[in-house]
């Protein structure tokens, strides 16, 4: 069977099916990704043993092929400082960075957020509501992270238009292969966080960057490489994220009319409702990469050392063996046992801020726009074609 290209639009715009007819032949699905052939992990017990155990690594250097191990993505020397964060090292310096890290991102410093992610909301959705109509992701679930993400960082108000132009230019790129065309925008993004930074130093506040550049655990600290590689990481994959959680969300409750009617009636299910959510439709079609730590074999099918392995998390939350009636969304299902943000050592340590935001954005929608509904017809909404994320490319809504 020919490999599946990880960059169709057939794929994106159809992943629940594609990936449930993958589910039915084999765990293990051939995939290429950058003309790289890669394994697709289709199975929840096979995606949930992987993600805990210690088959795979962030880094192919940890790989039995050593240093020379190439990566699926080989980014410009100035560029490979971005490949510090957390995402993408091993242990020992995925420990180190991680509860360097858990020290600054606290449940405080997130909870301390809300009040500045309600007004950011409020303002972006009154915008959306008096023009009565327009692209979801445009007016709101794209600019209202951003915005989420200049409050943890500590931009001044000043630099915050220039901030989120970079901002706007690198989430634009269709996936990461696109990540040469903006390069000028990430070269003036890493200078301003690391000039950032050094004002922290001087001068802290009560803001997430302050907190990193500060925090010291048994004479350790976090480097300035780390540092903008860590804010570079909140941008993408925790802005990504967020955008996807809100479009797709919305998308699913307008479909499911049932489903909304109820929500409406019962607020306080919002967590839970945030749950289905993500493993209905969530922001990933897969983890980032991993790789073969050594050679093994899954179900009958060789996976060779330093072969590309991706957990697709986004058909494991529709597998039949673990969700009950999986196709269907139940804003009420418990147990919940998704894996849209990953599990074990890399689980998602910003997942409770893309909650927060979540729940945020979707109530004060819900409550802003009682009468939203689609403006489009559902084969019009098409998914971007960005290896690993299934984001909508826009979600047209009318309010009134």
């Known amino acids: ?87 993408s090292v091993d242990d ?19 909870a301390d957020l809300a009040p500045a992610m309600e007004q950011v909301a409020a303002r972006q959705l009154q915008r959306l509501t008096e023009a009565r109509r327009g692209d979801l992701i445009a007016a709101f679930a794209l600019p209202f992270p ?10 001044p108000e ?58 010291e655990d048994s004479g350790e600290r976090i480097s300035d490489d780390e ?35 109820d929500l409406r009636a019962r607020p306080e299910r919002l967590d839970l409702a945030v749950e289905e959510l993500l493993r209905f439709d969530g922001p990933l079609l897969t983890t980032d990469p991993y790789y073969a730590r050594e050679a093994f074999t899954l179900h009958g099918e060789a996976i060779p050392a330093g072969a590309v392995v991706l957990p697709a998390v986004l058909s494991a939350n529709r597998d039949e063996s673990v969700f009950h009636d999986p196709d269907r969304l139940d804003l009420t299902r418990t147990p919940n046992k998704h894996l849209a943000f990953g599990k074990g050592l890399h689980h998602c340590i910003g997942a409770p801020l893309a909650r927060l935001e979540a729940k945020i954005a979707l109530r004060l929608l819900l409550e802003a726009a009682p009468q939203l509904r689609l403006a489009a017809a559902p084969a019009r909404h098409r998914y971007r074609s960005a290896a690993f994320l299934h984001r909508l490319e826009a979600l047209p809504v009318e309010l009134g």
């Open 158 to 215: 000043a630099d915050r238009p220039r901030f989120q132009r970079w901002v706007h230019d690198i989430t634009h790129a269709p996936g990461l292969v696109a990540i040469f065309k903006i390069l000028p925008a990430i070269w003036r993004f890493t200078r301003y966080i690391a000039q950032l930074a050094a004002d922290k130093r001087r001068r802290p506040g009560p803001d997430l960057l302050s907190g990193l550049v500060h925090i």
């Open 227 to 261: 540092l903008v590689a860590m804010v570079f990481l909140l941008l993408t994959a925790g802005h990504e994220t967020t955008v996807s959680l809100i479009a797709n969300g919305t998308l699913a409750l307008l479909q499911h009319p049932d489903q909304l009617a």
């Open 1 to 87: 069977m020919k490999p599946l290209d990880l960059q169709s639009p057939e794929l994106h715009n159809n992943a629940h099916a594609v990936f449930k007819r993958l589910r039915e032949r084999g765990p293990v699905a051939r995939a290429r990704f950058n003309r790289r052939g890669v394994y697709l992990i289709t199975r929840y017990a096979d995606v949930d043993a992987l993600l805990a155990g210690d088959r795979l690594v962030k880094d192919p250097a940890n790989t039995t092929l050593g240093p020379g191990a190439p990566r699926i993505i080989d980014l410009p020397g100035p560029l490979k400082k971005l490949m510090t964060s957390m995402i």
């Open 146 to 155: 951003v915005h989420v993400i200049t409050e943890l960082v500590g931009v």
């Open 92 to 110: 020992p310096d995925h420990r180190r960075l991680r509860r360097l890290v858990a020290k600054a991102f606290t449940p405080k410093t997130i």
